[in-house]
């Protein structure tokens, strides 16, 4: 009798089936960046790597300075490093961007608001060079970060201007907006680009599909910190996420105060897609598909899908960048491309199914 | 106490409310009636903080209701929507567990929220989702959560306030007249209780001081007996109506004759 009390009393309580997802995942992720320092072109073999894990975990350096300890570390493991960080900072912003416009279609590559962070590090690019030469390098890169970071927090905020009117989003206004916002922050990239050096090229041509080659721990030391706030922020966020579903009023009634909610949601978002903007160029769809699944999996309460979504996304962008190396070796696919191909369907299924998520 | 000292509120140039006063007292099931569009809505959104008057003050306990912070003032009074749909698949259970507030044991949760769901006739309706249900078992699963937020209607020797914004639209008979009771139960055991209701039966059955707002002012409150007036239908409803007179010639329905099942 006890038992069929507890069963009934916790029907329809997900969070100890989203337990156990989130600890998959973490296995998950772990196996994807084992596959990921193990796979290259360099012929590195997976035993090698192994063993020169196991020293370095054991303390012993003797292989500093060899290829293979530069293979692994300074490239390899970066590159999956940065993947991580990466991925999880979009998959995290784009949940927390659709639980603040209460809409699943919501996602920083969509709305415009990686173009806007995009648009922040081309202007450093180029004008960068151009007003304040020369300047240092370390400088220059920590500055990217930060004009990404403007860029998207402008974007955010100009979009839920526009496309929220008395606590009600309007879906097709959103999309629209981001459209547009987009396509503007694209054409002045577009301008920067006709206006740079070859050089700047090179480095411009990468933010159009979005890398993870070039991968540097400098890099790693400057997008970690943000992404780890948005990721330390992510639990005091979710009630509130929660809550907003039922509306703004709702939400404010259940004890939320709303304005600050969003206002840190806003640069959340703004922070965890210009640290991988401005490191990994636009990788669109993370932020859809991986909040999507995660839904299905573990149900839509903030709390298990934002750390959810961290785990998943990081995961995520580590595989896609697995096939995108493997694939067409020795060349490099972008990774936007893969992300692309897998997150389009998504949007669309998303769109099949529940046709009212769009009340334009 | 809850009160609203001379209140008006305007949108643009419109005067929603102009110098309303009325008390939320602990312990009775307050009832507001009035045509449509005559400011109940308004007057219930300012009472409980959502709007700011543009003159007058509303005060809980003495404290000026903007000055409270949200969490402070969700800890005292729980809002039930008049209709409030869901973008994502939550489950019934997890919709009620927004609600509850100031448990933490994960064991205490659960029960609470079958407890809540329980008393508004939804039990084992826990699993389903949300965006699944009827638009009567979404306003009775709104209610079950806003019981759970505040679930004492005493607490600490402070009483605790609920309002209704028509919480018995879309609900039949039986529901109906269980809600209501509900909200009586929680008014009786010494919190206080506001209800939006539009069947004049139900408000004069429940309500222990019926409010009737009638552009944007207070046309009359005070026991139904005295409120319910053929004078006062005919002046605020505009419907010649004779209060307390069966139809002679057709069957009626009165919820006063109804047993709940």
Same mark, same amino acid.
């Given at each position: 009798?006890?038992?069929?009390?507890?069963?009934?009393?916790?029907?329809?309580?997900?969070?100890?089936?989203?337990?156990?997802?989130?600890?998959?995942?973490?296995?998950?992720?772990?196996?994807?960046?084992?596959?990921?320092?193990?796979?290259?072109?360099?012929?590195?073999?997976?035993?090698?790597?192994?063993?020169?894990?196991?020293?370095?975990?054991?303390?012993?350096?003797?292989?500093?300075?060899?290829?293979?300890? /530069? =293979?692994?570390?300074?490239?390899? *493991?970066?590159?999956?490093?940065? @993947? $991580? &960080?990466?991925?999880? %900072? !979009?998959? #995290? +912003?784009?949940?927390?961007?659709?639980?603040?416009?209460?809409?699943?279609?919501?996602?920083?590559?969509?709305?415009?608001?990686?173009?806007?962070?995009?648009?922040?590090?081309?202007? /450093? =690019?180029?004008?960068?060079?151009? *007003?304040?030469?020369?300047?240092? @390098? $370390? &400088?220059?890169?920590? %500055? !990217?970060? #930060? +004009?990404?970071?403007?860029?998207?927090?402008?974007?955010?905020?100009?979009?839920?201007?526009?496309?929220?009117?008395?606590?009600?989003?309007?879906?097709?206004?959103?999309?629209?907006?981001? =459209?547009?916002?987009?396509?503007?922050?694209?054409?002045?990239?577009?301008?920067?680009?006709?206006?740079?050096?070859?050089?700047?090229?090179?480095?411009?041509?990468?933010?159009?599909?979005?890398?993870?080659?070039?991968?540097?721990?400098?890099?790693?030391?400057?997008?970690?910190?943000?992404?780890?706030?948005?990721?330390?922020?992510?639990?005091?966020?979710?009630?509130?996420?929660?809550?907003?579903?039922?509306?703004?009023?709702?939400?404010?009634?259940?004890?939320?105060?709303?304005?600050?909610?969003?206002?840190?949601?806003?640069?959340?978002?703004?922070?965890?897609?210009?640290?991988?903007?401005?490191?990994?160029?636009?990788?669109?769809?993370?932020?859809?598909?991986?909040?999507?699944?995660?839904?299905?999996?573990?149900?839509?309460?903030?709390?298990?899908?934002?750390?959810?979504?961290?785990?998943?996304?990081?995961?995520?962008?580590?595989?896609?960048?697995?096939?995108?190396?493997?694939?067409?070796?020795?060349?490099?696919?972008?990774?936007?491309?893969?992300?692309?191909?897998?997150?389009?369907?998504?949007?669309?299924?998303?769109?099949?199914?529940?046709?009212?998520?769009?009340?334009? | 106490?809850?009160?609203?000292?001379?209140?008006?509120?305007?949108?643009?140039?419109?005067?929603?409310?102009?110098?309303?006063?009325?008390?939320?007292?602990?312990?009775?099931?307050?009832?507001?009636?009035?045509?449509?569009?005559?400011?109940?809505?308004?007057?219930?959104?300012?009472?409980?903080?959502?709007?700011?008057?543009?003159?007058?003050?509303?005060?809980?306990?003495?404290?000026?209701?903007?000055?409270?912070?949200?969490?402070?003032?969700?800890?005292?009074?729980?809002?039930?929507?008049?209709?409030?749909?869901?973008?994502?698949?939550?489950?019934?259970?997890?919709?009620?567990?927004?609600?509850?507030?100031?448990?933490?044991?994960?064991?205490?949760?659960?029960?609470?929220?079958?407890?809540?769901?329980?008393?508004?006739?939804?039990?084992?309706?826990?699993?389903?989702?949300?965006?699944?249900?009827?638009?009567?078992?979404?306003?009775?699963?709104?209610?079950?959560?806003?019981?759970?937020?505040?679930?004492?209607?005493?607490?600490?020797?402070?009483?605790?306030?609920?309002?209704?914004?028509?919480?018995?639209?879309?609900?039949?008979?039986?529901?109906?007249?269980?809600?209501?009771?509900?909200?009586?139960?929680?008014?009786?055991?010494?919190?206080?209780?506001?209800?939006?209701?539009?069947?004049?039966?139900?408000?004069?059955?429940?309500?222990?001081?019926?409010?009737?707002?009638?552009?944007?002012?207070?046309?009359?409150?005070?026991?139904?007996?005295?409120?319910?007036?053929?004078?006062?239908?005919?002046?605020?409803?505009?419907?010649?109506?004779?209060?307390?007179?069966?139809?002679?010639?057709?069957?009626?329905?009165?919820?006063?004759?109804?047993?709940?099942?």
């Amino acid at each position: 009798m006890a038992l069929t009390m507890t069963t009934a009393a916790s029907a329809g309580d997900r969070r100890g089936r989203a337990r156990v997802v989130l600890a998959l995942l973490g296995v998950a992720l772990v196996v994807t960046v084992l596959l990921s320092v193990s796979i290259g072109p360099s012929g590195l073999s997976t035993s090698e790597v192994w063993s020169l894990l196991g020293d370095a975990a054991a303390g012993r350096f003797d292989a500093i300075g060899s290829t293979s300890h /530069v =293979i692994l570390f300074d490239i390899r *493991l970066p590159r999956t490093v940065l @993947g $991580a &960080l990466a991925g999880a %900072a !979009l998959a #995290v +912003a784009g949940a927390m961007l659709q639980g603040l416009f209460r809409n699943p279609l919501a996602d920083p590559g969509l709305v415009g608001v990686s173009s806007g962070a995009a648009l922040g590090a081309v202007l /450093v =690019i180029v004008l960068g060079s151009a *007003l304040i030469t020369p300047i240092v @390098g $370390a &400088l220059r890169i920590g %500055a !990217l970060p #930060v +004009a990404a970071f403007f860029g998207g927090f402008v974007t955010t905020l100009v979009l839920y201007a526009i496309a929220t009117r008395q606590g009600r989003t309007s879906v097709g206004t959103m999309l629209l907006a981001g =459209i547009a916002i987009g396509a503007l922050a694209g054409a002045v990239t577009s301008y920067m680009v006709f206006r740079s050096d070859d050089l700047q090229l090179r480095e411009l041509s990468f933010w159009s599909m979005g890398s993870l080659g070039g991968a540097t721990w400098l890099k790693i030391a400057i997008a970690a910190p943000p992404v780890l706030l948005v990721l330390a922020l992510s639990p005091f966020i979710a009630r509130g996420l929660d809550a907003l579903v039922l509306g703004e009023s709702e939400a404010r009634h259940l004890g939320i105060d709303v304005e600050r909610l969003k206002t840190l949601v806003i640069f959340a978002v703004a922070l965890a897609v210009g640290a991988a903007v401005a490191f990994c160029g636009v990788i669109g769809f993370v932020g859809i598909i991986v909040p999507h699944v995660l839904r299905l999996a573990i149900g839509p309460e903030h709390r298990t899908l934002l750390p959810g979504s961290a785990l998943l996304g990081a995961a995520l962008l580590i595989g896609a960048d697995i096939v995108c190396r493997t694939i067409v070796a020795p060349a490099e696919l972008p990774i936007g491309i893969v992300t692309a191909v897998l997150g389009a369907p998504v949007f669309l299924s998303i769109l099949l199914r529940r046709r009212s998520v769009i009340d334009l | 106490m809850i009160e609203a000292q001379h209140i008006t509120v305007r949108a643009g140039t419109r005067q929603l409310l102009s110098d309303v006063s009325v008390a939320v007292r602990p312990g009775r099931l307050t009832v507001i009636i009035g045509p449509n569009g005559a400011g109940k809505s308004t007057l219930m959104k300012t009472v409980t903080g959502e709007i700011r008057p543009a003159a007058g003050q509303v005060r809980l306990d003495g404290e000026v209701i903007q000055r409270i912070g949200a969490g402070r003032l969700a800890e005292r009074r729980a809002v039930l929507p008049q209709a409030s749909s869901l973008s994502f698949p939550f489950t019934v259970h997890e919709v009620v567990r927004l609600g509850v507030s100031r448990l933490r044991d994960p064991a205490a949760v659960r029960e609470r929220v079958a407890a809540a769901l329980g008393r508004v006739d939804l039990g084992g309706f826990g699993a389903r989702f949300f965006q699944e249900l009827s638009g009567g078992e979404q306003q009775r699963v709104h209610l079950a959560r806003v019981l759970c937020q505040v679930w004492q209607p005493v607490e600490d020797g402070l009483p605790n306030y609920l309002f209704l914004d028509e919480p018995t639209a879309s609900l039949d008979l039986r529901h109906q007249i269980l809600i209501l009771d509900e909200a009586r139960r929680f008014a009786r055991a010494g919190g206080g209780v506001v209800a939006i209701l539009h069947d004049l039966n139900l408000a004069a059955l429940y309500g222990d001081h019926l409010v009737v707002i009638a552009k944007g002012s207070v046309a009359a409150e005070g026991p139904s007996q005295q409120v319910l007036t053929d004078a006062m239908l005919r002046s605020v409803f505009g419907v010649s109506l004779r209060v307390g007179s069966a139809p002679a010639d057709r069957p009626f329905v009165l919820p006063h004759a109804i047993e709940a099942a």
